[in-house]
């Protein structure tokens, strides 16, 4: 068949290429970059946040036997909206779908996106869906739960929040996360297969798990060897922390994100196992156990090298602040005259140290990209400048039994773990 997929170079989209493809089908991908690693029947560059008309896409789909659109973004940025995204660009689609006749449209919703959707997130996903049923085309409406694959932002979450040694969560939400393959392997038989009539489809796992229980099964199987201290907080709290932490660049908790995962994200199993063919896999088999000991590490990683980065941070601005005259200037001062510095000379090497040590401290927890790399990199060469002419200056301070010198050791092993797994800026364009 010739299929048209949309977002074919995102989470989703990427791995149904290259089933579809490998089923032996032309497979035309439509996304805003070509960053694929597999040879495509043929591309369409389109940008979703730019809404094309209906009119622009008919000529496209001349003799397309499916078209399936699994664009979808999580948190919405200034050119990246849910409105634009999720609505408005996939009901155009949609719509040229009805004029060229396309045979079949699969729309890969979310699990909530229904009558009780209540965030942005589910009411856009929900507009499309209900723009899709009101055309004279057929079409299938698959609602994924929560979606698991190594490769999936979500699942990194879920992984760090597993092996972490307390977790606290909220009170009360049960899940039914699905595993990726079983998501493609339900859209590809839909391609395969056209239902005889339009349907609505949950895309879900075997049965529903509280939250603590799937973090424990991901435990598990992540090989981790004792059970995690688990404190569950009320909702409302829950929510008041998240629309904190949703004002963090990057974070992926927010009030929205929280409040989906309370409401709850289950569905039932039956129709979604028939289309398979088989019951979906359990959560005890999302992870290979050959690759468990790597994403063990790259989730405990995950969250370890904030804490490491906001450490860092820290001891450069607590040194700043000290040295600016929480410690008496004067015996500040005497450290300097030791050092062979005397008067004003001493006075301002006193307080431009001081200075960077603020600076470096506060870029450390808001530099991003190529600043946040030339800023982790100074930070090694002002330690080993530090450590150099104490060395030739003051040997003595080597032998301090609370280990001044020494210390600086792990922090420039520390910091130089930061700078090598800082993301170049092909992995950030990728993500």
Not at 9 to 27: C, D, E, N, P, W
């Amino acid at each position: 068949m010739k299929i048209l997929v949309a977002g074919a170079s995102g989470f989703i989209g990427s791995h149904l290429v290259r089933a579809l493809m490998a089923q032996g089908h032309h497979v035309i991908g439509a996304s805003r970059s070509r960053d694929m690693r597999t040879e495509l029947w043929a591309f369409v560059r389109v940008d979703f946040a730019e809404v094309p008309e209906p009119s622009w896409w008919v000529p496209h789909l001349q003799g397309v036997d499916v078209v399936i659109n699994a664009v979808g973004i999580f948190r919405e940025t200034a050119q990246q909206t849910f409105e634009a995204l999720h609505h408005r660009a996939p009901a155009a689609l949609f719509t040229a779908c009805a004029v060229a006749g396309v045979p079949l449209v699969i729309q890969v919703s979310a699990l909530g996106s229904d009558n009780q959707a209540a965030t942005a997130y589910h009411l856009s996903k929900r507009a499309a869906d209900d723009a899709l049923r009101a055309l004279p085309v057929n079409a299938a409406i698959v609602q994924p739960s929560l979606v698991y694959s190594p490769q999936g932002a979500s699942a990194r979450f879920f992984n760090q929040l597993a092996v972490l040694p307390v977790q606290v969560l909220p009170q009360g939400p049960v899940v039914q996360p699905v595993h990726l393959d079983d998501v493609v392997h339900g859209i590809v038989a839909l391609c395969q297969s056209p239902p005889a009539s339009s349907l609505t489809i949950a895309f879900v796992g075997p049965q529903p798990l509280a939250l603590r229980q799937y973090l424990a099964e991901l435990r598990q199987a992540l090989g981790m060897p004792r059970p995690a201290a688990v404190l569950e907080l009320p909702g409302p709290l829950c929510l008041s922390l998240a629309s904190i932490a949703g004002r963090f660049p990057g974070s992926f908790v927010n009030r929205d994100a929280v409040s989906m995962l309370l409401r709850g994200n289950v569905g039932d199993a039956g129709n979604f196992t028939r289309l398979l063919g088989q019951p979906p896999r359990p959560v005890e088999a999302f992870i290979a156990p050959d690759l468990a000991p790597d994403l063990r590490r790259q989730a405990i990683l995950g969250w370890m090298l904030p804490l490491m980065n906001l450490s860092v941070a820290l001891v450069w601005i607590w040194t700043g602040i000290v040295s600016l005259g929480l410690y008496p200037v004067a015996d500040s001062l005497q450290l300097l005259n030791d050092f062979g510095l005397h008067g004003a000379l001493a006075t301002l090497a006193l307080y431009t140290a001081a200075l960077l040590d603020l600076a470096l401290g506060v870029l450390t927890l808001t530099a991003r990209g190529r600043l946040r790399r030339w800023v982790l990199a100074l930070q090694l060469v002002v330690i080993a400048a530090y450590t150099a002419m104490i060395t030739v200056r003051l040997p003595q301070w080597w032998l301090h039994p609370y280990g001044p010198i020494s210390k600086n050791l792990p922090m420039v092993m520390v910091i130089g773990l930061l700078l090598a797994l800082e993301p170049s800026r092909q992995e950030k364009a990728g993500r």
